[in-house]
């Protein structure tokens, strides 16, 4: 029963500093929050220490009186806090991680080989969607599965609905999969079920990024279209890393979806539950359910609005001009900057942001833009006023990164770097800038 500081003092030592990076910088990643501690303690509980495979009342072990009771109680608080009808929708509460999530969908809805549909990655799609390049089939669900990508219109940078149209007529997907990485606007539900009806495919939502949105009823509803929706559970949910399927379970075209999902999850694609992670999902849903959530997530899109509008009015381009969701795409290109530079002058700065592909980008590998989230500086009490200073911050970090560019390799960077690579412990990194 010793503290992991006397077992262990150099990992207690590592997490101290990771706690303190948390907490002294400004956490800008679309894909992070800042969890509770009340799901923290769940997440870190001696429920770690229990075998369940199975379900509940269905198990290969004993001793799941308590897991079952656990698990029953996070599917019935995930199907409320997502508004949904326990007569249509179920849900798999087991997956480790968006991508085993989304891996055990495709392994439920498709035969291998089969054909699927996804938003391309440079387009703000993400890998588990079908994603390849010219040289290889990097992902599963491009190794197991044929793939074909759509996109954005280049004018509008928004999902060009009418050309997703004609491509599936030609490629005849058994599966579209709608939802995004990284694009700031909100999607057009109706109009992909139209197209995969045109196709008798299937239509699943991942709602990874925007589901504590779509919980709290302020983006579009995935649900009203979609045959099956799996989220991650650390985003904008703002729970423990993990994943949820959700599947409808009514007329002929679901008969049958409840029990490919829940084998696809296990033992397609997983062995046991982390009960531990299912019990800190259980105590975030159960926040996603409280009045306080929706105003969260009203102040999680008013922030990221604030940003992007201080953003334009520093002369900045941002893809498609602006934000429906947490998100915010500052294109870079037109100050011949990319992604990744801007990402480590914020490393240095305690501002941390990621480098991201914006419409058009000649290579994913070198992306010309940087995506930037609300999601965790809201979890923090940030206001609008507050991301207008943040905005500021970047702003001043971006010019900062073109003088370097422009020394590339010069004096100033080395000393900068030198002045500057760790917040002093007590100092905000941001306002060093
Ligand atoms: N789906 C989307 C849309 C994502 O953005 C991500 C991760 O960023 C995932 C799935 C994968 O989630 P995980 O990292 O938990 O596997």
Same mark, same amino acid.
């Given at each position: 029963?010793? !503290? /992991?500081?006397?077992?262990? !003092?150099?990992?207690?030592?590592?997490?101290? +500093?990771?706690?303190?990076?948390?907490?002294?910088?400004?956490?800008?990643?679309?894909?992070? &929050?800042?969890?509770?501690?009340?799901?923290?303690?769940?997440?870190?509980?001696?429920?770690?220490?229990?075998?369940?495979?199975?379900?509940?009342?269905?198990?290969?072990?004993?001793? &799941?009186?308590?897991?079952?009771?656990?698990?029953? /109680?996070? %599917?019935?608080? *995930?199907?409320?806090?997502? =508004?949904?009808?326990?007569?249509?929708?179920?849900?798999?509460?087991?997956?480790?991680?968006?991508?085993? *999530?989304?891996?055990?969908?495709?392994?439920?809805?498709l035969? !291998?080989?089969d054909r699927l549909m996804g938003l391309g990655? !440079?387009?703000?799609? =993400?890998?588990?969607?079908g994603?390849?390049?010219?040289?290889?089939?990097?992902?599963?669900?491009?190794?197991?599965f044929q793939s074909f990508p759509y996109g954005l219109d280049?004018?509008?940078?928004?999902i060009d609905y009418s050309t997703l149209a004609s491509q599936a007529r030609i490629f005849k997907p058994r599966l579209i999969i709608c939802? *995004?990485?990284?694009?700031?606007?909100?999607?057009d539900y109706e109009a992909l079920r139209k197209v995969a009806d045109e196709h008798g495919a299937s239509l699943?939502?991942?709602?990874?990024?925007?589901?504590?949105?779509?919980?709290?009823?302020?983006?579009?509803?995935?649900? +009203?279209?979609?045959?099956?929706?799996?989220?991650?559970?650390?985003?904008?949910?703002?729970?423990?890393?993990?994943?949820?399927?959700?599947? %409808?379970?009514?007329?002929?075209?679901?008969?049958?979806?409840?029990?490919?999902? &829940?084998?696809?999850?296990?033992?397609?694609?997983?062995?046991?539950?982390?009960?531990?992670?299912?019990?800190?999902?259980?105590?975030?849903?159960?926040?996603?359910?409280?009045?306080?959530?929706?105003?969260?997530?009203?102040?999680?899109?008013?922030?990221?609005?604030?940003?992007?509008?201080?953003?334009?009015? =520093?002369?900045?381009?941002?893809?498609?001009?602006?934000?429906? &969701?947490?998100?915010?795409?500052?294109?870079?290109?037109?100050?011949?900057?990319?992604?990744?530079?801007?990402?480590?002058?914020?490393?240095?700065?305690?501002?941390?942001?990621?480098?991201?592909?914006?419409?058009?980008?000649?290579?994913?590998?070198?992306?010309?833009?940087?995506?930037?989230?609300?999601? *965790?500086?809201?979890?923090?009490?940030?206001?609008?006023?507050?991301? %207008?200073?943040?905005?500021?911050? /970047?702003?001043?970090?971006?010019?900062?990164?073109?003088?370097?560019? +422009?020394?590339?390799?010069?004096?100033?960077?080395?000393?900068?770097?030198?002045?500057?690579?760790?917040?002093?412990?007590?100092?905000?990194?941001?306002?060093?800038?």
């Open positions: 029963y010793a !503290p /992991l500081s006397e077992v262990d !003092p150099v990992v207690q030592n590592i997490i101290d +500093k990771e706690t303190w990076r948390q907490y002294s910088g400004l956490e800008l990643i679309a894909s992070e &929050n800042l969890t509770s501690r009340a799901t923290m303690e769940a997440n870190g509980s001696i429920l770690t220490n229990k075998y369940s495979e199975g379900l509940p009342n269905a198990r290969y072990y004993g001793g &799941n009186e308590w897991i079952d009771e656990l698990e029953v /109680l996070c %599917r019935d608080r *995930a199907l409320k806090a997502f =508004h949904l009808d326990p007569a249509i929708w179920g849900v798999n509460v087991q997956p480790y991680s968006g991508s085993t *999530a989304n891996f055990a969908a495709l392994t439920a809805l035969q !291998p080989q990655l !440079p387009d703000g799609g =993400h890998l588990t969607h994603y390849y390049t010219a040289k290889k089939k990097m992902t599963a669900s491009s190794i197991y280049p004018s509008t940078q928004l939802g *995004a990485s990284a694009y700031p606007r909100d999607w699943m939502a991942d709602i990874a990024h925007t589901s504590g949105l779509v919980a709290a009823q302020e983006l579009a509803d995935p649900f +009203k279209y979609c045959d099956v929706v799996t989220t991650t559970t650390h985003k904008t949910l703002r729970g423990p890393r993990a994943g949820l399927i959700f599947f %409808r379970k009514d007329g002929e075209a679901h008969k049958d979806l409840e029990k490919r999902v &829940n084998d696809a999850v296990f033992p397609a694609c997983q062995g046991g539950p982390h009960n531990n992670t299912i019990a800190g999902i259980a105590t975030t849903l159960l926040q996603a359910t409280q009045p306080s959530w929706k105003v969260y997530a009203q102040q999680v899109i008013k922030n990221a609005q604030a940003l992007a509008d201080e953003l334009v009015k =520093h002369g900045y381009k941002l893809q498609t001009g602006g934000t429906d &969701n947490h998100l915010v795409l500052w294109d870079l290109r037109p100050l011949k900057l990319t992604g990744s530079k801007v990402e480590k002058i914020g490393d240095l700065l305690g501002i941390t942001i990621n480098k991201n592909a914006v419409s058009g980008d000649a290579s994913a590998q070198v992306p010309g833009g940087i995506r930037i989230g609300t999601a *965790a500086l809201t979890s923090r009490d940030m206001r609008e006023e507050d991301l %207008r200073t943040v905005a500021g911050f /970047l702003h001043r970090a971006v010019q900062l990164a073109l003088l370097v560019q +422009k020394e590339s390799g010069s004096k100033l960077l080395k000393d900068f770097v030198r002045s500057a690579t760790v917040p002093a412990e007590g100092k905000v990194g941001a306002q060093q800038v």
